[in-house]
């Protein structure tokens, strides 16, 4: 086949650029979302195991105690062990950065002398200064080392002091010299002090405790590490320092599919595009395609030709793309780290992590979208027939023939869906939903056809008797043009659809979280050094505290809570130990069968736990099954009271009472409290006096439930800020879609229009017209739209949301979105139809009608 | 030779069904100049049509340069109406992006040919037409008649065995018509392929071998 014949194509880009662009946009868009997204996910991820990887440096093995510190004497004894090379004791907390800085700061507690082997840390101060420096560093209690890029940011100086929070408690470092770590790589994106372990053991309050400790085993045979193994107290685990890093990803992986679901939806609405300006191109040129069959051009050549513009499209707008995801990456990073800090643990990732797979992989995914997408027009071009030359209806005839097929088809993938989303694969992602949702999608686009014949002459009569013969032409041509129409009307259905859906979720969300905390959450005020923080495990209440709220006349009950995070299989899971009989006075956890106070006190008579519904769906447990526990004390057989629901996003948890918490936890620590006032009208009060008695000395937060609640229903808001972004740039495709489309159309008509005008009909009749039918065809997508948005919300609330996080999600009508998003499409679609006719009756009949 | 067996087609439009042929019998020699002509509706082009390979019989056969067309493959068929049939339209039916000279050029090129092959070929051809000066130019910015002469030359530039034409004058006034029809004679003189042409100019018949007479469906005799 000669390139030459492909000039027929480039002719008509040349032609008409406006219109090629827009479909070239739209697989742009969907693109770049697609790439920022995954680019985004992956360079915060990236970042938080690139400092899992700088704290390991070289440590193979780590040992270390689910969700508790280790006895220094352990350190000892396994340094001498035979199997072990080297061993380095290691401290970590996250501390705030106080007044004028801000921000989470890690600190590391480490023992200079065991860290050769494992850590290189090159200091920057040259010369004899260095000598000092090292002085400084293991002689002053308050000295601290300050990495480089944090120093540089936070302009701060060997010599300078340095105030954070540890804890509840200010104290005030002092940064004694910086350093540089091997490879670049830092956590927390460079926010890392140094300190002598030691010191950090007295700053920390963890006098005689360690953190874990990291390995180097003198073989690297199994056996080796099992034997070591073998030779521990029981609670302490031997396991691989990389496996921090996989757990976060455990925790954040249906976060993360979520988004890049999402994200592959503005795509899927761009192949819309693709597919519409492929069909447009293909209806306009059929007389030129028939007429190149005469001549001897062979379906073959055809199809190549209509796919070969799909995939230039493809092309070019894919690397648009890419080059606007970028972009749009460094943004959303920004919002997607912050959410995952407030929701998971703290990152910190400024730069982007450009990998080139990730960029082909967009690339190719956008050439494939627009293939898949031209592949159905082109196939249609190829079949033209010869006779196109001199028969122009010939295509609506044939697709209104297919109207009934489209329907079938329609139905079976809604049938399809249907059976897809009562499926459910063990523990694995959501996929059958996800699938199922595409196919609802699938299904609304093959029922357009039928719809807008059926919408088309069923409310011809009543146009007639409402807008007189233009709404009664308007009617019938919106039926009679179904090859280009139904196009557009199922994109812009499909956009409206996910939109609706998404709201839908997020409102029904939003409002069973707060039912939540309302109903499970009690509590006059929640006293403690961090409430919202998921770098807080760490922080605890001042201990003497206790005695004097318990001493205190206003306070009737206190409740004691405790929160650890251990690694739990694949992922990390929290365990939270609190007073139950105080939390049973006061209305309980929310359980999903039984009676909470009774429950409660069952459990904590017997010994028992209780779990989130998240824990249950996720592993598949049920009321009255066997968890084992990794904690301290080793592996504890628990029997699961009652499953509970629970909207915490940073894990999983399993409750039980405080007391058997310490049993095996072996600590006081509490890390908050709940206060039930006497009086709870005075609330204020007691939060002024708190502050008051603690404010000097300590930092910590006395909220009211309504801030609580506030506080988690604006974390909540921030998490879905990405969301609805990407919501929005699926509008912005679909909205092109539909501007296009009546652009085209209604240009395709020029000549009908100029020659109604011509044989005497007013330009108001027939501006009316072309909004009757522009204003149904809205209309239409906005019914269908509906509709599929109404079944999708159902499969993302009861089936995908379940699979993927475990939460049940109540499902509460949202009106709003939709009356909002008809006023938004119905004006849209008659502006889009107002502009085309409007210009079309400017331009000069004689001119228009000459043509040809 | 052409030759047409017991010919009929039928256009089926919902429950009515319009007899456009109706059993036609018909030989044409290689080489001749044969005119059709006929009332409005009587079937002149659906004949045409079914000569060229643009559409299937509905009954009979027919049999073009040996070929039997309903033996034919698609693609064999595309194949064919690419090599030995060149067709001319009353709307001329010019690519309205290309250039006259692209737009003789294109058959040429799908045959395979480089462009710049079928583009020295085109200007021969366009030249032959009396078109050397146009060759440029997008069809819009030529007359009715110029781009009637540029189908012409499209039809020729593979040197088909057989030319149809329906109608090529009916869109022209009659002095430029006669010039059409001269073109015609002239081309078929120096080329001696086989001409059918449809018209309801009288002058045609002055040029063809042959004057055959359609009414409703069937060949009058
Ligand atoms: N695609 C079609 N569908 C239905 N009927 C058709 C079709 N094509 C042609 N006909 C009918 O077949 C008959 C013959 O048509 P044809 O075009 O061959 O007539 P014609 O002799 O060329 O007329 P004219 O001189 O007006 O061009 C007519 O009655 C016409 O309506
Ligand atoms: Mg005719």
Not at chain 1, 2 to 26: D, N
Not at chain 1, 32 to 49: D, E, T
Not at chain 1, 344 to 362: E, H, S
Not at chain 1, 751 to 780: F, H, K, N, P, Y
Request: charged share 15%.
């Amino acid at each position: 086949m000669r390139a030459w014949l492909f000039r027929l194509s480039t002719k008509h880009l040349w032609e008409h650029p406006g219109r090629s662009l827009l479909g070239l946009l739209g697989i742009a868009l969907g693109t770049a979302v697609y790439l920022s997204i995954s680019l985004a996910a992956v360079s915060a991820l990236r970042s938080f195991q690139d400092g899992v990887s700088a704290v390991a440096g070289k440590a193979e093995w780590r040992l270390m105690s689910p969700g508790a510190p280790l006895a220094d004497f352990l350190f000892t004894r396994v340094r001498q062990a035979s199997e072990v090379k080297a061993a380095a004791p290691v401290i970590e907390s996250i501390l705030d950065l106080s007044d004028p800085h801000q921000g989470p700061v890690l600190l590391l507690g480490l023992d200079p002398f065991s860290e050769l082997p494992f850590r290189s840390y090159e200091f920057l101060s040259a010369g004899q200064v260095g000598a000092r420096v090292w002085e400084d560093f293991l002689t002053r209690p308050d000295g601290v080392l300050m990495s480089e890029p944090l120093a540089q940011r936070l302009s701060v100086k060997p010599g300078d002091t340095l105030p954070v929070m540890v804890g509840s408690s200010r104290r005030v470092l002092t940064v004694v010299g910086l350093f540089r770590s091997s490879h670049g790589l830092y956590p927390l994106d460079g926010s890392v002090l140094l300190m002598d372990l030691a010191h950090a053991q007295e700053l920390l309050g963890k006098l005689g405790q360690i953190d874990y400790i990291d390995l180097l085993l003198k073989s690297k045979s199994p056996g080796v590490a099992e034997k070591l193994a073998a030779q521990l107290p029981p609670g302490v685990d031997l396991v691989q320092p990389g496996s921090q890093g996989l757990q976060m990803e455990g925790l954040v992986a249906a976060y993360r599919l979520n988004l890049s679901v999402l994200s592959g939806i503005a795509l899927f609405v761009g192949m819309f595009l693709i597919y519409q300006s492929v069909t447009l191109s293909v209806v306009r040129r059929r007389r030129e395609i028939g007429l190149c069959r005469t001549l001897g051009m062979t379906p073959g050549q055809v199809l190549v030709i209509f796919l070969a513009e799909g995939v230039v499209n493809g092309l070019a707008g894919g690397l648009l793309g890419l080059f606007l995801g970028v972009f749009l990456a460094k943004n959303a990073l920004g919002v997607m780290t912050q959410t995952m800090s407030s929701l998971y643990t703290p990152v910190a990732a400024t730069d982007l992590f450009i990998q080139t797979p990730l960029l082909v992989k967009a690339w190719v995914l956008a050439i494939g979208a627009t293939l898949v997408a031209a592949w159905l027009p082109a196939r249609e071009a190829a079949r033209t027939p010869v006779r196109a030359v001199w028969y122009r209806e010939d295509l609506e005839e044939r697709l209104a023939n297919k109207v009934g097929q489209f329907f079938w088809f329609g139905l079976g993938a809604l049938m399809l869906a249907g059976m897809l989303a009562s499926v459910k694969i063990g523990n694995s992602p959501p996929y059958p939903g996800f699938a199922a949702a595409f196919l609802i999608l699938l299904s609304f686009a093959l029922l357009t056809p039928a719809a807008v014949k059926w919408w088309g002459r069923t409310l011809a009569p009543w146009g007639r008797r409402l807008w007189g013969v233009s709404g009664e032409l308007g009617c019938r041509y919106l039926a009679g043009s179904l090859s280009r129409s139904a196009v557009s009307i199922a994109a812009l259905g499909c956009a409206l659809g996910m939109l609706i859906a998404v709201a839908v979720m997020i409102g029904s969300f939003r409002r069973t979280v707060d039912d939540w905390v309302s109903r499970a959450i009690s509590g006059d005020i929640f006293f403690g050094p961090a409430v919202f923080s998921t770098a807080a495990y760490d922080r605890f209440l001042p201990s003497e505290v206790i005695p004097e709220l318990q001493a205190d006349p206003q306070i009737s009950d206190i409740y004691f809570y405790r929160c650890v995070r251990i690694p739990f299989r694949d992922r990390f899971i929290l365990v939270i130990g609190g007073s139950f009989e105080v939390l049973a006075r006061h209305g309980s956890l929310w359980f999903r069968q039984g009676e909470g106070q009774e429950l409660m006190l069952k459990a904590r008579s017997r010994g028992q736990v209780m779990v989130s519904e998240p824990l249950a769906e996720i592993f598949g447990y049920r009321e009255g099954d066997l968890l084992i526990l990794p904690t301290p004390s080793g592996p504890q057989r628990l029997t699961i009271a009652g499953i509970f629901y629970d909207y915490r996003t940073d894990g999983p948890s399993v409750w039980m009472d405080i007391t058997l918490f310490r049993q095996f936890w072996q600590d006081r620590h509490l890390n908050a409290v709940r206060l039930y006032l006497k009086d709870p009208s005075r609330v204020k009060e007691v939060q002024a006096k708190l502050q008051h008695r603690y404010g000097q000395r300590y930092h910590l937060l006395t909220l009211s439930h309504a801030d609580l609640r506030a506080g988690i229903l604006k974390i909540f808001d921030d998490t879905f800020a990405l969301t609805y972004a990407l919501e929005g740039v699926a509008i912005v495709v679909a909205v092109f879609g539909i501007i296009t489309t009546f652009l085209v159309l209604i240009m395709e008509r020029e000549r009908d229009l100029a020659l109604l005008q011509a044989i005497g009909t007013s330009r108001r009749r027939i501006l009316g017209m072309v909004l009757v039918e522009s204003g149904l065809a809205s209309l239409l997508s906005f019914v269908l739209g509906a509709l599929s948005g109404s079944l999708l919300s159902l499969l993302l609330i009861f089936i995908i949301n379940k699979q993927a996080f475990g939460w049940t999600v109540r499902l509460y009508f949202t009106p709003g979105i939709y009356w909002q998003t008809l006023v938004l499409v119905t004006l849209l679609g008659l502006a889009a139809g107002a502009y085309p006719a409007w210009r079309a009756l400017q331009s000069h009949l004689a001119a228009i009608l000459k043509e040809e | 030779m052409i030759v047409l067996r017991e010919v009929s087609k039928t256009y089926q439009r919902g429950a009515v069904a319009i007899h456009a042929l109706r059993g036609v019998n018909l030989v044409i020699e290689s080489g001749e100049f044969l005119a059709i002509t006929g009332k409005s509706g009587c079937g002149k082009s659906t004949l045409l049509h079914l000569i060229g390979g643009l559409e299937p019989p509905s009954a009979g056969q027919i049999v073009v340069a040996g070929r039997d067309l309903s033996r034919l493959s698609e693609v064999e068929l595309t194949l064919f109406r690419r090599d030995l049939v060149g067709v001319v339209f009353q709307t001329f039916n010019l690519l309205p992006l290309l250039t006259l000279e692209e737009n003789v050029a294109l058959p040429r090129v799908l045959q395979g040919a480089s462009f710049h092959q079928a583009r020295d070929e085109a200007r021969q051809w366009l030249a032959e037409v009396g078109l050397s000066d146009r060759r440029q130019h997008k069809p819009h910015q030529v007359s009715g008649g110029e781009m009637q002469r540029a189908a012409i030359a499209r039809a020729l530039i593979n040197r088909p065995a057989v030319i149809l034409a329906d109608e090529p004058t009916g869109n022209l006034d009659s002095g430029t018509g006669a010039g059409i029809l001269e073109l015609f004679a002239h081309l078929h003189q120096h080329h001696r392929h086989t001409v059918i042409i449809v018209t309801h100019a009288p002058e045609a018949a002055a040029h063809a071998g042959r004057v055959l007479r359609l009414h409703d469906g069937q060949i009058q005799p």
